[in-house]
C-alpha cells in the first residue's frame, strides 16, 4: 500500500455536493490538482462541499489551500452514502493577505469513504477553495 491523495479526481473522488455552484468557478476544481483553479462561494455561510472516495481508505493528512477562510470544520463518514459524518477537525485560519491559506491537518489514521468541508466563516462576502488533499492508504481489493 502506497500514500495517495484520495481527494484528486485522477484517484477516482468525486465532488457529490457543494453548496454553491459559480459557472466560471465550479466546485469540481477543488479535486483537479491545481491551485490555479478553484471553487468560488457565492456569499452567506456556512459553504460546505464533500468529496467522496471510490473506496474506504484510511487517512493521515487533510489538507486545504483556500483563501479568505476564517473558520472551517472538516468532517469524515464512512457510510455507504454522504450521511452520518462525525467531526475530525475545526479551526480557525489566519488571514494571510495577498497569498493562499494553506493547511494541513495530521489526524490520526482514520477512515473515511466521504469528507465534508464546512466553511462556517470567512474574512469576507466571498472566499475560494483552490485545492483538497487526504493523503492515506487503501487496501487492495
Not at 41 to 61: A, C, D
Not at 64 to 69: A, E, K
Request: aromatic share 10%; proline share 4%.
Amino acid at each position: 500500500m502506497r500514500a495517495a491523495d484520495w481527494c484528486l479526481s485522477a484517484a477516482g473522488a468525486a465532488l457529490v455536493m457543494a453548496t454553491s455552484s459559480d459557472t466560471e468557478h465550479p466546485a469540481r476544481n477543488v479535486a483537479d490538482g491545481s491551485s490555479d483553479t478553484f471553487w468560488t462561494t457565492t456569499g452567506m455561510f456556512p459553504q460546505e462541499f464533500i468529496i467522496g472516495f471510490p473506496k474506504r481508505v484510511t487517512i493521515s493528512k487533510v489538507g486545504i489551500q483556500c483563501y479568505l477562510v476564517r473558520s472551517l470544520r472538516i468532517e469524515r463518514s464512512v457510510s455507504k452514502d454522504p450521511v452520518d459524518f462525525k467531526e475530525c477537525v475545526e479551526k480557525d485560519l489566519q488571514h494571510t493577505e495577498g497569498q493562499l491559506q494553506m493547511e494541513e491537518f495530521p489526524l490520526p489514521d482514520f477512515q473515511a469513504t466521504y469528507l465534508r468541508f464546512i466553511i462556517k466563516s470567512a474574512f469576507d462576502h466571498f472566499v475560494s477553495v483552490h485545492r483538497v488533499m487526504a493523503e492515506g492508504t487503501a487496501e487492495d481489493t
